[in-house]
């Protein structure tokens, strides 16, 4: 997709665009079957692939069926994380019974509960390390990692000081114990694709 030459002037003018110029520029340049997101302060695309969606739909129907239908539980949607322009697009996530939108009409990452992030090749170091960092730093209870690639799950609660405190590495088909979080279930994995 082309971007505008009034685009480009205001970017160059700009030597630092904030997250909100960043991610106005990812609705004009992230092809149709692209999810793009800002993590610390770089653009990032990765094609959407029917493996992520299955992994991210399994866990989607578990929470909803834990949780309830009126359950605030989002795919894809805006979450500005602590760190250099991080303006993130969860595979999933889900919200606080109590949360609200900020007078610009985002969720805040303080009324987060649980994250779900499923591997892409061209993205997975940003789950693995960047998005991880900033997800520790945002004080999320719980982050889950689902590699396709490798049959499995990484687990990461208890955040303190900015990092995770407790770390467990599942494979597809064992269960995942959050009995112990803010979640307190534990959600099946056995459905999970592979790549």
Same mark, same amino acid.
């Given at each position: 997709m082309t971007i505008a030459m009034t685009d480009r002037t205001e970017m160059a003018e700009n030597d630092e665009p904030g997250s909100d110029e960043m991610f106005e520029l990812l609705h004009e340049i992230v092809p149709e079957g692209y999810k793009g997101e800002i993590v610390g302060g770089a653009i990032h695309m990765a094609p959407q692939r029917g493996t992520h969606w299955e992994i991210i739909g399994e866990v989607f129907l578990q929470l909803k069926q834990h949780f309830g239908r009126r359950s605030r !539980?989002?795919? @894809? =949607?805006?979450?500005?994380?602590?760190?250099?322009?991080?303006?993130?697009?969860?595979?999933?996530?889900?919200?606080?019974?109590?949360? #609200?939108?900020?007078?610009?009409?985002?969720?805040?990452?303080?009324?987060? #509960?649980?994250?779900?992030? =499923?591997?892409?090749?061209?993205?997975? @170091?940003?789950?693995?390390?960047?998005?991880?960092?900033?997800?520790?730093?945002?004080? =999320?209870?719980?982050? =889950? !990692?689902?590699?396709?690639?490798?049959?499995?799950?990484?687990?990461?609660?208890e955040p303190k000081d900015g990092e995770y405190r407790a770390n467990r590495t599942l494979d597809f088909g064992d269960p995942i114990d959050l009995t112990d979080t803010v979640l307190g279930l534990s959600l099946t994995t056995q459905a999970f694709p592979r790549d």
């Open positions: !539980i989002m795919s @894809d =949607v805006r979450l500005d994380l602590p760190g250099d322009r991080n303006a993130f697009a969860p595979d999933l996530f889900k919200l606080s019974d109590d949360a #609200e939108q900020d007078a610009k009409g985002r969720w805040r990452h303080q009324d987060v #509960e649980f994250v779900l992030e =499923v591997i892409s090749q061209g993205t997975a @170091d940003n789950d693995y390390g960047k998005k991880k960092a900033a997800y520790a730093a945002g004080d =999320v209870p719980v982050y =889950v !990692i689902a590699d396709p690639y490798t049959g499995q799950c990484q687990v990461h609660t």
